[in-house]
């Protein structure tokens, strides 16, 4: 799979997005400002969600969670998030001004047709309309890369869908979990394995929304080939997603932490070899016998005549019953390292 110029798959660092959502409240200075903060932040995509409230719902849609005062309805929010098609275009071009690829989920049947009309390069199908053959339909006739997060559905289904999509589109999977914020006990990264082990064919990734590092990171070393979190400007901003999400340094963090892991993953180490480059002998770390004391020839050695020091590279710990007892063929001083070649009779 590629999307823009990145190839998608285990053997290339994950493609990150940082996922907006519906963050920006609305006013099209501060999606902006999204755009020109994840850039620097090293992701690769930044992404929204849109919403048109008359095509994709209705005044009786009720909330979820009520977390709005200043929204009647769910459906007043979805009015109050929405943007225009030209709107949308300039965000387009904001976001590859500075250099990222630009992804939106649709909701709607004309969500799709504006997004198309700009080019989109890919879709990604958030979790609750990966039930909706309408929209599955109409992206998988355009032929571009489909994202599918498996927040609301199981492996059998997602994977069926998968492998029907998969006849007009490429087709990468996103393990999520639906709860906002994922507490540790419920990231289920064993699920992310499984999902992996069974989609034989297709880039899996990870749809994160415990507002850590941690699990995408170790996603990462896993196998994950995308890593999607939510990012916020600040901790205290307003909005249902803030505590899912990740604050500007923490999505530096994230993407550093994914370059590391992905290195660590692409690179197994073979000890020999590892020793061998390590510029310096590992016997410098060891130790060997050495004289306690100064000792006179012909001296015939006891324990306490003995003394285990570094460096290695001389007679060892093993040696110790074959030195006791052996006469020094000449005097030797303190810490002297001993060799066979010390005594009489050898």
């Known amino acids: 799979m590629k999307i823009s110029d990145y190839l998608i798959g285990t053997q290339h660092p994950p493609f990150v997005i940082a996922e907006v959502a519906q963050s920006h409240e609305g006013s099209l200075g501060q999606a902006m400002a999204f755009i020109e903060v994840a850039a620097t932040c090293g ?5 929204f969600q849109t919403h048109i409230a008359a095509q994709e719902s209705t005044p009786q849609e009720p909330w979820r969670v009520p977390f709005s005062q200043q929204d009647v309805s769910r ?5 109050r998030m929405e943007f225009t098609f030209d709107q949308w275009r300039l965000l387009k071009e904001h976001a590859e001004h500075h250099g990222l690829v630009f992804l939106s989920s649709p909701f709607s049947i004309r969500a799709c047709e504006w997004l198309d009309a700009l080019g989109m390069v890919a879709w990604k199908i958030a979790s609750g309309e990966a039930h909706n053959p309408e929209i599955l339909d109409w992206v998988g006739r355009t ?3 489909i994202l599918l997060s498996g927040g609301l559905s199981s492996h059998e289904s997602l994977l069926n869908l998968a492998f029907r999509l998969k006849q007009d589109a490429p087709v990468a999977l996103l393990h999520c979990t639906s709860r906002y914020p994922t507490p ?3 990231v ?4 992310f394995e499984a999902l992996r082990d069974a989609a034989t064919g297709f880039p899996v990734g990870l749809s994160d929304h415990s507002a850590s590092c941690v699990p995408g990171v170790v996603a990462t070393y896993l196998g994950a080939s995308l890593i999607e979190v939510h990012l916020t400007l600040h901790e205290r901003m307003f909005g249902p997603d803030v505590v ?3 604050t500007p340094e923490g999505l530096k963090s994230l993407v550093e932490g994914i370059r590391f892991a992905w290195t660590m993953r692409q690179m197994p180490v073979v000890k020999s070899v590892q020793l061998e ?4 002998d590992p ?3 060891g130790r060997s016998w050495v004289a306690a004391c100064d000792l006179p020839q012909g001296h015939s050695l006891t324990r306490s005549d003995l003394a285990y020091k570094k460096p290695g590279g001389g007679l060892g710990y093993e040696q110790l019953e074959r030195l006791l007892g052996r006469t020094l063929r000449y005097p030797v001083a303190r810490d002297h390292g001993l060799q066979w070649m010390d005594f009489d009779d050898c």
């Open 43 to 47: 992701v690769q995509a930044i992404k």
């Open 75 to 79: 459906y007043d929010y979805w009015q």
């Open 143 to 145: 032929g571009k890369p």
């Open 184 to 186: 540790p006990e419920e």
């Open 188 to 191: 289920g990264l064993n699920q």
């Open 244 to 246: 899912a999400s990740l």
């Open 277 to 280: 480059n390590l510029g310096f």
């Open 283 to 285: 016997a410098i770390f």
